[in-house]
T-cell receptor, first 113, second 115 residues
Framework: DAKTTQPPSMDCAEGRAANLPCNHSTISGNEYVYWYRQIHSQGPQYIIH???NNETNEMASLIITEDRKSSTLILPHATLRDTAVYYCIVRVSSGGSNYKLTFGKGTLLTVNP | GAVVSQHPSRVICKSGTSVKIECRSLDFQATTMFWYRQFPKQSLMLMAT?????????EQGVEKDKFLINHASLTLSTLTVTSAHPEDSSFYIC???????????FGQGTRLTVV
């Protein structure tokens, strides 16, 4: 799986949009960009994923650059409960052992009141 | 969404004893489950892939005789930490995917403390 680079930490004011960047310059054509987050002392939680088109769900939006070498996760209105470590992972989306995930260090997002 | 449940959520055991952690997929069947370990202030590290009906596949550096994995049914995988030592104290997390699905679902994790 391609490696990713994320800033170690970011701060965001409550109610504002949080934009979390991720670089994945070695991504392959069949690799998806996945985002998970981990709130302290809990298991990771799936947020969103995409291949090349921008994606939006009830939690967040994912913006992928045209060359697919980077992406941005957007939390439109951050709340205190969004404080967590956010992991950007690129991987092939297929079954069996390919479901395993390789976690980097992620970005610690701190939402401040 | 799909639910993966781990039990116990927290366990304290004496050095030299064994501890079993259960991972269940509550509303779907999972032929493959994954076990991760996370030390304080570090990221998750994959330990092994649990395969229903066959032997688990361990990542490099993980002792298969120390971390016994059993995946006896399509909804249950167990991780047994044998002869636990204080350095095995960690946060253990399992995950599973719905067959044909694209995202992983994680258990809530098990905090193991070996004293």
């Amino acid at each position: 799986d391609a490696k990713t680079t994320q800033p170690p930490s970011m701060d965001c004011a409550e109610g504002r949009a949080a934009n979390l960047p991720c670089n994945h310059s070695t991504i392959s054509g069949n690799e998806y960009v996945y985002w998970y987050r981990q709130i302290h002392s809990q298991g990771p939680q799936y947020i969103i994923h995409g291949l090349k088109n921008n994606e939006t769900n009830e939690m967040a939006s994912l913006i992928i650059t045209e060359d697919r070498k980077s992406s941005t996760l957007i939390l439109p209105h951050a709340t205190l409960r969004d404080t967590a470590v956010y992991y950007c992972i690129v991987r092939v989306s297929s079954g069996g052992s390919n479901y395993k995930l390789t976690f980097g260090k992620g970005t610690l997002l701190t939402v401040n009141p | 969404g799909a639910v993966v449940s781990q039990h116990p959520s927290r366990v304290i055991c004496k050095s030299g004893t064994s501890v079993k952690i259960e991972c269940r997929s509550l509303d779907f069947q999972a032929t493959t489950m994954f076990w991760y370990r996370q030390f304080p202030k570090q990221s998750l590290m994959l330990m092994a892939t649990s395969n229903e009906g066959s032997k688990a596949t361990y990542e490099q550096g993980v002792e298969k005789d120390k971390f016994l994995i059993n995946h006896a049914s399509l909804t249950l995988s167990t991780l047994t930490v044998t002869s636990a030592h204080p350095e095995d104290s960690s946060f253990y997390i399992c995950s599973a995917n719905i067959p044909g699905g694209t995202e992983a679902f994680f258990g809530q994790g098990t905090r193991l403390t070996v004293v």
